[in-house]
């Protein structure tokens, strides 16, 4: 609860499925560099990731998106104790040397860089991390605190403020045009609507712009796309 680094472990496949806070941008992300605003990739959370991984051009400011967006939340009146935490920690940029000390993450031989070692299938270098606070809350995961989740979602309404007529519902909330994908499993990039076709005919002759013809609200699409999923997996 202050910060400080205590522990960590792998997780195995089968306990794998993790609830995460994404923003608008972060959850319909493909080549889009946007980052989750608490658990994400290393890439993005690790301040000391490049002293170990060689990375590219594109990705040097992804912990910096990562550690401003976080701390916008923290900073906000709907933090979290656990928000608190995770933020004091990663901006001390030590995850990387803490998960080697550990022995998770594997060097190679010279002692400088990270090794080519996989864990669960996936290389360890594009793992994904995810939090536990320990103090006077029971629930320590962050993944199954339903008052974690309240907070982002409060957070998260305070910041889109705009709105406009929601074609789904007829009423004026905030919309978005970045809807889900990963509707039928984790690698399905496919989406159900989508308008970022400015050159060819999707919408040209008919419309001026994408929100002439197309706009959801944000909650709206959210619930739709996670009712078809939790249906899918059912199914």
Same mark, same amino acid.
């Given at each position: 609860?202050?910060?400080?680094?205590?522990?960590?472990?792998?997780?195995?496949?089968?306990?794998?499925?993790?609830?995460?806070?994404?923003?608008?941008?972060?959850?319909?992300?493909?080549?889009?560099?946007?980052?989750?605003?608490?658990?994400?990739?290393?890439?993005?959370?690790?301040?000391?990731?490049?002293?170990?991984?060689?990375?590219?051009?594109?990705? $040097?400011?992804?912990?910096?998106?990562?550690?401003?967006?976080?701390?916008?939340?923290?900073?906000?009146?709907?933090?979290?104790?656990?928000?608190?935490?995770?933020?004091?920690?990663?901006?001390?940029?030590?995850?990387?040397?803490?998960?080697?000390?550990?022995?998770?993450?594997?060097?190679?031989?010279?002692?400088?860089?990270?090794?080519?070692?996989?864990?669960?299938?996936?290389?360890?270098?594009?793992?994904?991390?995810?939090?536990?606070?320990?103090?006077?809350?029971?629930?320590?995961?962050?993944?199954?605190? $339903?008052?974690?989740?309240?907070?982002?979602?409060?957070?998260?309404?305070?910041?889109?403020? $705009?709105?406009?007529?929601?074609?789904?519902?007829?009423?004026?909330?905030?919309?978005?045009?970045?809807?889900?994908?990963?509707?039928?499993?984790?690698?399905?990039?496919?989406?159900?609507?989508?308008?970022?076709?400015?050159?060819?005919?999707?919408?040209?002759?008919?419309?001026?712009?994408?929100?002439?013809?197309?706009?959801?609200?944000?909650?709206?699409?959210?619930?739709?796309?996670?009712?078809?999923?939790?249906?899918?997996?059912?199914?």
């Amino acid at each position: 609860q202050n910060g400080n680094f205590l522990q960590a472990s792998t997780v195995s496949k089968e306990d794998a499925v993790t609830i995460i806070p994404v923003t608008m941008d972060s959850g319909a992300r493909s080549s889009d560099p946007s980052p989750h605003p608490l658990c994400d990739k290393l890439i993005y959370i690790a301040g000391d990731y490049a002293r170990f991984v060689p990375i590219k051009e594109k990705d $040097e400011d992804k912990y910096q998106d990562y550690i401003t967006l976080l701390g916008k939340w923290q900073e906000s009146p709907y933090t979290h104790p656990k928000v608190d935490a995770i933020y004091n920690y990663l901006k001390e940029g030590t995850l990387i040397q803490d998960l080697i000390n550990e022995r998770i993450l594997e060097q190679e031989e010279n002692g400088t860089k990270l090794s080519n070692a996989k864990i669960e299938g996936i290389d360890q270098k594009d793992c994904f991390v995810r939090f536990r606070v320990e103090g006077p809350d029971r629930e320590s995961r962050t993944w199954r605190d $339903e008052y974690l989740f309240d907070s982002f979602i409060l957070y998260n309404e305070s910041v889109h403020q $705009e709105k406009q007529l929601c074609y789904a519902t007829g009423t004026w909330i905030p919309c978005t045009e970045k809807h889900p994908n990963k509707i039928r499993n984790s690698g399905d990039k496919a989406k159900i609507i989508s308008a970022n076709d400015k050159e060819g005919f999707s919408y040209l002759g008919r419309f001026i712009d994408k929100d002439q013809f197309c706009a959801v609200g944000y909650e709206v699409s959210e619930k739709a796309h996670d009712a078809l999923k939790w249906l899918i997996q059912r199914q």
